[in-house]
Every structure is written in C-alpha cells, then in structure tokens.
C-alpha cells in the first residue's frame, strides 16, 4: 500500500524550459501548496515518472537538483523526502545553547528525556574532567527535538554537585545551561571537534534515520570563566539537519 502523495502537473515536451527544470517547478509548486510537507515523502521515482510523464533520467537530474537547493533530501533506499523546516537553519559558531539556538531561529524546542541519573565517573570520565575517579556524575541523555523533528541525540555528564537537585529537574523543557548559569558555573568557551560518521542503531531509532544514514558526531569539553571543566557532552546530529557555520582566517609571522 503506498501512502504518498500523488504529484499532479503538466511537464510538455517542446515547452521552452527543459522537461527537467519543469519537474523542477512542479515539485516545488506541489510544496509551496502543502500537498507534499516537510519530512514527507515523494512518490517512488516509477509513479513520479508516470505522473509527470518524463523518464527516470529526467527525473533524476530534477530531483538532484532540489536536493542542491534544500528542498530535497535523499534517504539511501527509502527514497526522496522534503527537507524539514530545520534543514534550512545554521547553527552558530559561538557558543549557545540548543534553546537559545531555538529561540534565535525562531522555533519551538522540546527534549525527549531518556536518561537522567547520577552514577560514578569512569577513569577516563574523571580524566576529562579533573576529578576523582567515582565522583558521582550526572548522566543526561536527551533527544533534541526543533518542531517537533528530532536533530539530535545529546549525551551530557557532569559533576551532580554542580546544580543542587539535578536529579528531581524535568530536562524536557530545562535548559542544562541556564540552570548552570544559576548556579554561578556558567560555561563560556567549548573546545569541540566534529567528524562524520553512520548511523548505529540508537541514533537511527531515535532521529529517525536509516542504519548508515550519515550522522555529525560533536563532542565538547565545556569550560567555566576560571577554565574549569564543567561537563562533556557527545550529541550525534542527523547530517541533513545540521550545518554549521564557521570562518577561518590566515595568520602570517
């Protein structure tokens, strides 16, 4: 049973436009109308095809060509979804957290909470954080959700004693930074590396992604203003719903 929307529009052999560039417009004017939404998919290509009554190569190189503008995204066997809303947005490249990014963009945040508890710091735990091997760290593994689409899988740990309580705060709508903030151990500087990476089978279940789907791994090692380690976070961002924006510069002796 097929429950995709069905592409209706008129691509003329003749016409003036390439036959590709017309299923170009009638895609995306099949979007603009909201009878294909954000995170649905297309037909398959064979119905599309016979829909628009143009070949599979046609289609091919129209539908390359709304993935190159984002409005497209491809999913490895699944076949063609439109882009969420999300896709579109930057991410800064000053520190912020994930609800100020929201508030900045524009869009609701929400956390799905799967694991929120104190257990003791691994050695390698307590290496990145300055701390005794044991220390009771807090564990904080969230889904991080922008209109409800989920962007990211965020596993933070921290010094349980940093936020009094930390164990009785709902994280569904908290933010970890502005409760660290109260507590006077805000963070200001994050040294972060990034690689690209497959889905395992935990970020594809809860970001809603293929096995293999390309995944952005961020980890972080946040600091206070006197260089403190604060806390170390893993967030696993679906690749086609984050980029991040940056600047270099060239520095000569």
């Known amino acids: 049973m097929n429950d995709s929307p ?3 529009g008129t691509v003329l ?51 390359g060509s709304l993935v190159e503008a984002g409005v497209l995204s491809p999913s490895h066997g699944r076949g063609w979804y439109v882009a969420q809303v999300a896709q579109k947005k930057e991410w800064p490249n000053s520190l912020e957290s994930f609800s100020e990014t929201a508030a900045r963009m524009g869009l609701e945040p929400h956390s799905k909470v799967l694991r929120a508890e104190a ?24 889904v991080r959700l922008l209109e409800g689409v989920p962007i990211a899988l965020d ?36 040294d972060s590396t990034i690689e690209a990476t497959k889905a395992d089978e935990r970020a594809a279940e809860h970001l809603d992604l293929a096995l293999g789907d390309p995944v952005l791994v961020m980890r972080q090692l946040a600091l206070s203003a006197q260089q403190e380690p604060l806390f170390v976070s893993t967030i696993r961002y679906a690749g086609d719903r984050y980029r991040l924006r940056t600047s270099f510069s060239r520095s000569h002796d």
């Open 155 to 190: 596993l933070t740990r921290l010094r349980a004693a940093l936020v009094p309580e930390i164990e009785r705060i709902d994280f569904r709508s908290r933010s970890l930074y502005s409760l660290l903030a109260a507590a006077g151990v805000e963070p200001v500087r994050a």
């Open 119 to 142: 257990t003791p710091a691994t050695i390698d735990e307590a290496e990145q954080l300055g701390i005794a091997p044991g220390t009771a760290l807090f564990r904080l593994e969230r």
């Open 6 to 8: 069905e592409v209706s």
């Open 13 to 63: 052999p003749g016409y003036p436009e390439p036959l590709w560039i017309q299923a170009v417009n009638v895609i995306r004017g099949e979007i603009d109308r909201g009878v294909l939404r954000p995170g649905g998919r297309l037909p398959p290509e064979r119905e599309l095809c016979q829909q628009l009554g143009i070949s599979r190569v046609t289609l091919r190189k129209a539908l």
